[in-house]
């Protein structure tokens, strides 16, 4: 295992069609993270996951925006009817679990490029 | 919502100056960690601190958490072509377990 995998790396697509990314973490992670980035900005936060359960998620988050974790490996995060707002970097990012957090660092991929035309 | 800034957004130095990029959150962090994005490629984590007060170094790099856990600075010393990249710090809420906010970054060229 060499870190966390992204698929794909782009994806363009037209105005108000859906897409899917997928995310596989570090196999012995078990969180998992997805952030949005657009150029010159830092990473906002999407959502994230312990295992299977999805524990947070961006108020900012439209309700076009889901994310799955079904059995507490890969994750895939959906967008349905894109806008050309929703073009940004994907990233994921992936962590081991440990009490309270305290010594908790990303991992990220190396993030899927969308582009909505 | 919390929010993390980072000053200044952009600097240019040339190589063997030092270089100082600062973070102030508006809210109070349990902890904070610094990540590195090259051109191109992804944030990679550098480190963590924890306790207020707290200064670490890495070989250049040196790191302060505020002791209010409210700001941060990470500053390089005689900076090198590889330093080159954007600069983010990252921090979370002490009420929020796992929610990790990053701040606005700071991108760092340096020339020959």
């Known amino acids: 295992d060499t870190g966390v995998s992204q698929d794909p790396r782009h994806k363009i697509t037209k105005r108000g069609q859906n897409v899917t990314f997928r995310c596989d973490p570090i196999s012995e992670h078990n969180r998992l993270y997805w952030y949005r980035q657009t150029l010159g900005q830092g990473p906002e936060f999407l959502t994230y996951f312990q295992n299977e359960a999805q524990l947070e998620k961006s108020r900012l988050l439209s309700d076009r925006f889901s994310a799955e974790r079904p059995k507490g490996s890969f994750s895939t995060l959906e967008i349905q009817r894109t806008e050309q707002g929703d073009s940004a970097m994907y990233l994921c990012?992936?962590?081991?679990?440990?009490?309270?957090?305290?010594?908790?660092?990303?991992?990220f991929g190396s993030g899927t490029q969308l582009s909505v035309l | 919502g919390q929010q993390v800034m980072q000053i200044p957004q952009y600097q240019h130095v040339q190589e063997g100056e030092d270089f100082t990029t600062y973070c102030n959150s508006s809210?109070?962090?349990?902890?904070i960690q610094w990540y590195k994005q090259r051109p191109g490629g992804h944030p990679v984590f550098l480190i963590q601190?924890?306790?207020?007060?707290e200064v670490k170094k890495q070989k250049r790099l040196t790191f302060q958490f505020g002791e209010a856990k409210k700001n941060s600075s990470l500053h390089i010393t005689a900076t090198q072509t590889t330093d080159v990249g954007t600069y983010f710090c990252?921090?979370?809420?002490?009420?929020?377990?796992?929610?990790?906010?990053f701040g606005t970054g700071t991108r760092l060229q340096v020339t020959l």
């Open positions: 809210t109070t962090l349990s902890n």
């Open positions: 990252a921090g979370r809420n002490t009420g929020t377990a796992s929610k990790l906010t």
């Open positions: 990012a992936s962590s081991a679990d440990n009490p309270g957090h305290r010594n908790e660092k990303l991992f």
């Open positions: 601190l924890v306790k207020s007060g």
